[in-house]
Nanobody, 116 residues
Framework: QVQVVESGGDLVQAGGSLRLSCTASGSIYSINVMGWYRQAPGKQRELVADITGRGGTNYKDSVKGRFTISRGNANNTVYLQMNSLKPEDTAIYYC??????????WGQGTQVTVSS
């Protein structure tokens, strides 16, 4: 089992920045990929960015050049640096952990609101 906790969501003006943090605990030796998803009201949850244990990254097209995902040295933390935020980035952001056994674990979500 893996427990996932996110933090860092807030209300910010358009053009501003936020940094989301996520820490996994429990069976962290089994962690493979860590990522960030988001879900806006009335929309499906979507992948924002993810990163493998070797540092390979993948980004949603609309956030490329604005968001940066990174993992901590202990490999059980992941960060999402979000710059040049837009109102359309408003959503609940969820941290996801994918283990080597293909099990997904989710955090409770953190609200990001970007005002125009």
């Amino acid at each position: 089992q893996v427990q996932v906790v996110e933090s860092g969501g807030d209300l910010v003006q358009a053009g501003g920045s936020l940094r989301l943090s996520c820490t996994a605990s429990g069976s962290i030796y089994s962690i493979n990929v860590m990522g960030w998803y988001r879900q806006a009201p009335g929309k499906q949850r979507e992948l924002v960015a993810d990163i493998t244990g070797r540092g390979g990254t993948n980004y949603k097209d609309s956030v490329k050049g604005r968001f940066t995902i990174s993992r901590g040295n202990a490999n059980n933390t992941v960060y999402l640096q979000m710059n040049s935020l837009k109102p359309e980035d408003t959503a609940i952001y969820y941290c996801n952990v994918l283990t080597v056994n293909n099990n997904h674990y989710w955090g409770q979500g953190t609200q990001v609101t970007v005002s125009s």
